[in-house]
């Protein structure tokens, strides 16, 4: 089960029993739960598989929303050379294939999918003190942590105020996540060793 943009799914947002049929190929098999996409389509339950061969472009059904205002600044910096019809087609692209082939994350809030170096960010994981020390190796988790606060939340974050909510135990896991009313949720860029945080509470 792999995704571009969506690290570990099964351990992250985990799959059905057995029992399940994807409402796309009706066979039974582990699914994901599709009551959360957005769109006018509803779905119940969507296997893997279908997700990542796209069969969602068929519906008007997606699992996310892309923070494609950002993308296209992005692009726009990297490559000066192209027309804004030219970016926007890329910028397009890029969003749909996020939307329409990304496991839905479960969130307490919705906010769009952030991006970096001109790509989408992969989602890998709920952000907790080790998980910054992991990614950051030796050097500072708090700076890590503070540094990949999204741009879109930087305003109203007290960066200092806000370590104090970062759970100091690993979260596993999706049943593990559940446990906690204020949630880090970490992303890195396709590209570089960029991370990105967002964070919402219920
Ligand atoms: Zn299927």
Redesign the pocket.
């Known amino acids: 089960m792999t995704f571009t943009y969506f690290d570990q799914p099964a351990r992250w947002i985990g799959v059905s029993d057995q029992e399940t049929r994807?409402d796309?190929?009706h066979?039974q098999k582990p699914c994901f739960d599709a009551t959360g996409f957005f769109g006018e389509d509803e779905l119940a339950f969507?296997?893997p598989?279908?997700l990542s061969n796209g069969?969602l472009y068929e519906r008007d059904s997606y699992t996310c929303q892309g923070d494609v205002a950002e993308l296209k600044r992005q692009l726009k910096s990297l490559h000066p050379a192209l027309s804004k019809a030219e970016l926007d087609d890329l910028a397009d692209q890029k969003t749909l294939e996020l939307e329409k082939t990304t496991p839905h994350l479960v969130t307490w809030q919705d906010w769009e999918w952030p991006c970096a170096d001109g790509e989408y960010a992969r989602f890998i994981g709920y952000g907790s003190r080790p998980f910054y020390t992991k990614l950051v190796g030796n050097s500072d988790a708090r700076m890590l942590f503070e540094k990949s606060i999204y741009y879109t939340l930087a305003e109203e974050s007290d960066a200092e105020e806000l370590w104090e909510d970062v759970p100091r135990k690993l979260i596993v896991d999706y049943a593990d996540s559940s446990k906690y009313s204020t949630l880090f949720y970490v992303f890195k860029s396709l590209h570089s060793d960029q991370i990105i945080t967002l964070w919402d509470s219920d």
Do not use: G, H, M, S
């Open positions: 994807c796309l190929c066979q969507i296997c598989d279908c069969r």
